[in-house]
């Protein structure tokens, strides 16, 4: 069993922008999805956003809700899975985490981002959009 690892969070004015960092340990995750999600204190966690693996590169898939604010990308020679986020609101404030899909289909993000669709769950990076 794996876990991936989130990092980078940590105080921002509104406005402001971070980068998070997400880290896998095997070598074969680089064919895998991977998904971004956050959960807020009291609520559910939620869908941000899903990159997935195709014959052409790479998709993404983002969130209505950061969609134009936020970037995910990926850098397989370092195993690593980025979320750029810029446009920073209040209503950002979450833990952040990573993920992979749990189906057959690893390289695909799974219709609506679900996060019971994933396995992997490790460690979040806590991110405070406050003045």
């Known amino acids: 069993q794996f876990q991936l690892v989130a990092s980078g969070g940590g105080l921002v004015r509104p406005g402001g922008s971070l980068r998070l960092s997400c880290s896998y340990p095997?070598?074969?995750?680089?064919?895998?999805?991977v998904g971004w999600f956050r959960q807020a204190p009291g609520k559910e966690r939620e869908g941000v956003s899903c990159?997935?693996?195709?014959?052409?590169?790479?998709?993404?898939v983002y969130s209505d809700s950061v969609k134009d604010r936020f970037t995910v990308s990926r850098d397989n020679a370092k195993h690593m899975v980025y979320l750029h986020m810029n446009g920073l609101k209040p209503e950002d404030t979450a833990t952040y985490s990573c993920?992979?899909?749990?189906?057959?289909?690893?390289?695909?993000?799974?219709?609506?981002?679900?996060?019971?669709?994933?396995?992997?769950w490790g460690e979040g990076t806590l991110v405070t959009v406050s003045s």
């Open positions: 095997a070598s074969n995750l680089e064919y895998y999805a």
């Open positions: 993920a992979v899909p749990k189906g057959n289909s690893f390289w695909e993000c799974p219709l609506g981002n679900s996060a019971s669709d994933f396995r992997g």
């Open positions: 990159i997935s693996i195709t014959t052409s590169g790479t998709t993404p």
